[in-house]
């Protein structure tokens, strides 16, 4: 069964960091580009941040590029957000996705096809 | 950036009626790179709806996607108890993906 559980969410002021973590079992992680989509309170979802199966290249959306991270250790089936910098903005629940990937032709066309439960972060003073 | 603007923002419906969704792209989409998902109160989006038309596994029938170029429909043709949820559309043709602002259904 495959499963994506992400933490490593909690409070934090203003200025802050945190690193989340998203532990991935029931699949070989690294056939696998890896996102990281948040929610704000009440909002919608806005996609965050991609990296490919290797690790060799990332994108970022407009509003957290040259403050977050994202990085994979495929050895430990792990993908991780680092965040830097945090605002009141940046309060949102952040979920990783996994992009979906058929293992016999390679075609990926984009959508997500397992989402993890999400993990909370809350930047406040 | 592509905005996806979805309508109505909410729907009271009752168990058994039908409900139609509607996602309209700020730009056309490319191919059929568009999909559907449903996310319930606490819970990750599930996928529903990819390339479209295409249920994901494990969604029952009920389920349909249709559309082209800015114009997408999800339709629920009955609506059970467990399908009221908020209703996401997002587009994967172009960089950044993104989603529309969701659609409520709730029961009437």
């Known amino acids: 069964e495959v499963q994506l559980v992400e933490s490593g969410g909690g409070l934090v002021q203003p200025g802050g960091s945190l690193r989340l973590s998203c532990a991935a079992s029931?699949?070989?992680?690294?056939?696998?580009?890896m996102h990281w989509v948040r929610q704000s309170p009440g909002k919608g979802l806005l996609w965050v941040s991609r990296i490919n199966s290797d690790g060799s290249s990332t994108s970022y959306a407009d509003s957290v590029k040259d403050r977050f991270t994202i990085s994979r250790d495929n050895a430990k089936n792990t993908l991780y957000l680092q965040m830097n910098s945090l605002g009141a903005e940046d309060t949102a629940v952040y979920y990783c996705?996994?992009?979906?990937?058929?293992?016999?032709?390679?075609?990926?066309?984009?959508?997500?096809?397992?989402w993890g439960q999400g993990t909370l972060v809350t930047v406040s003073s | 950036d592509i905005v996806l603007t979805q309508s109505p923002g909410s729907l009271s419906l009752s168990p058994g009626e039908r409900a139609t969704l509607s996602c309209r792209a700020s730009?056309?989409?490319?191919?059929?790179?568009f999909a559907w998902y449903q996310q319930k109160p606490g819970q990750a989006p599930r996928l529903l709806i990819y390339?479209?038309?295409n249920r994901a596994t494990g969604i029952p029938d009920r389920f349909s996607g249709s559309g082209s170029g800015t114009d997408f429909t999800l339709t629920i043709s009955r609506l059970e108890p467990e399908d009221f949820a908020v209703y996401y559309c997002?587009?994967?043709?172009?960089?950044?993906?993104?989603f529309g602002q969701g659609t409520k259904v709730e029961v009437k």
């Open positions: 997002q587009q994967y043709g172009d960089a950044p993906r993104t």
């Open positions: 390339g479209v038309s």
């Open positions: 996705a996994r992009d979906y990937y058929d293992v016999l032709t390679g075609y990926s066309p984009g959508y997500y096809d397992y």
């Open positions: 029931g699949f070989t992680l690294n056939n696998y580009w």
């Open positions: 730009q056309s989409v490319r191919s059929t790179f």
